[in-house]
């Protein structure tokens, strides 16, 4: 089984309409990330998540909300899409060493959205 | 800020022929280094990472070495083969922020196609 799991993994919706994306991980990972994917801009931040009463916006935080329901869930709402919100969502989980050394992410296999 | 900077693609290759996907980055700290591969349809996984000057990460017969004076993290591969057809991220993280704030800053991607 995936380690770090994403539903639903394509949505079709419209403009103004609310949306969920979910993320659950199995690596008893503290942090957890989320981050869209558009063509030629690589990956941007969203929010992040160092434990489950730390709650921190990313590069691009408007237009989105998240709620950490537990160490291993970590959602993603869109309270109205818009269509400049279609792109590919990832959810990722790291787990940082004693040392201050960054660790790798692991990603989910991503979310494909489309806002009509 | 931090930023990167990578190579633009798409980049097209035979097999067996020798690749190097240029990485260059702006830090205000002592960032760690990493390349992050996607393969079609998946979620992005670490490929390879170095964490101080001078080091070099290597895996799956990819190579990067990590150049503090030319700023660059360049990937190389001496013979590609038609599954190394995927898209490349190259990614920082600055631990200047702190311990703890792990972020990754990312490229836009490189697509690689390899023909057999």
């Known amino acids: 089984d995936a380690d770090v799991t994403q539903t639903p993994r394509n949505r079709i919706t419209k403009t103004g309409k609310r949306i969920m994306l979910e993320c659950s991980q199995t690596?008893?990972?503290?942090?957890m990330y989320w981050y869209r994917q558009d063509p030629g801009l690589g990956l941007q931040l969203i929010y992040y998540?160092?434990?489950?009463?730390?709650?921190n916006k990313g590069e691009i935080s408007d237009g989105y909300s998240v709620s950490r329901q537990a160490q291993a869930k970590f959602s993603l709402s869109l309270e109205s899409a818009i269509p400049n919100q279609t792109a590919l969502y990832f959810c990722?989980?790291?787990?940082?060493?004693?040392?201050?050394?960054?660790?790798?992410?692991?990603f989910g296999p991503g979310t494909r959205l489309t806002v009509l | 800020g931090n930023s990167v900077t990578q190579m633009e693609g798409p980049v097209t290759l035979s097999e067996e022929a020798f690749l190097t996907i240029n990485c260059t980055y702006t830090?205000?700290?002592?960032?760690?280094l990493f390349w992050y591969v996607q393969y079609p349809g998946e979620g992005l996984q670490l490929l390879l990472k170095?964490?101080?000057?001078?080091d070099k990460g290597s895996n799956k017969g990819f190579e990067a070495t990590y150049r503090k004076e030319t700023t660059s993290f360049h990937l190389e591969k001496g013979s590609v083969q038609v599954s190394d057809s995927a898209v490349y991220f190259c990614?920082?993280?600055?631990?200047?922020?702190?311990?703890?704030?792990?972020?990754?800053?990312f490229g836009t991607g490189t697509r690689l196609t390899i023909i057999p």
């Open positions: 990722a989980t790291s787990d940082p060493q004693g040392t201050g050394i960054s660790n790798e992410q692991f």
């Open positions: 690596k008893g990972h503290d942090r």
């Open positions: 998540s160092f434990d489950v009463k730390d709650i």
């Open positions: 830090a205000t700290g002592y960032p760690s």
């Open positions: 170095a964490t101080k000057a001078d």
């Open positions: 990614a920082l993280s600055d631990r200047a922020s702190g311990f703890g704030n792990e972020k990754l800053t």
